[in-house]
């Protein structure tokens, strides 16, 4: 298996809450599927890497506002629908930082 370098990606959107992307149990919102269709602007299409290491740092303007773990899940779902991992059950790693800042914006760093 080749070696690959650390893959980042920033993502010029406000985070999305698992509260906000889903109804009930498995239905997707029409906020989530715009969400999805947006992110897929700025996440290239991947060749299903595993990935055993995830970073994601929120920028927000209001940090307090989100619940950082609820906005990492669906991340991690359009990152896994989009190729850039082969599925979430592989990361051993997860680490999720708010930061202030002056715009809202995900930045997300993949290691292998």
């Given amino acids: 298996m080749r070696k690959r370098d650390n893959t980042i990606l920033e993502v010029p959107l406000s ?16 906020k989530y ?16 890497p595993i990935i055993k290491e995830i970073r994601i740092f ?7 506002r ?8 669906a991340i991690m779902d359009i990152l896994q629908k989009r190729g850039q991992m082969k599925n979430d059950r592989y990361i051993d790693k997860l680490y999720i930082e708010r930061i ?10 993949l290691i292998e």
């Fill in 33 to 48: 599927k715009k969400f999805e269709r947006d992110c897929s602007l700025f996440i290239p299409q991947g060749d299903n």
């Fill in 66 to 73: 989100r619940d950082a773990d609820n906005c990492a899940k």
């Fill in 100 to 109: 202030k800042g002056d715009e809202d914006k995900i930045i997300v760093e």
């Fill in 15 to 30: 985070p999305l809450s698992v509260n906000e992307a889903f109804q009930g149990r498995k239905f997707k919102t029409a």
């Fill in 58 to 64: 929120l920028i927000l303007k209001h940090p307090l």
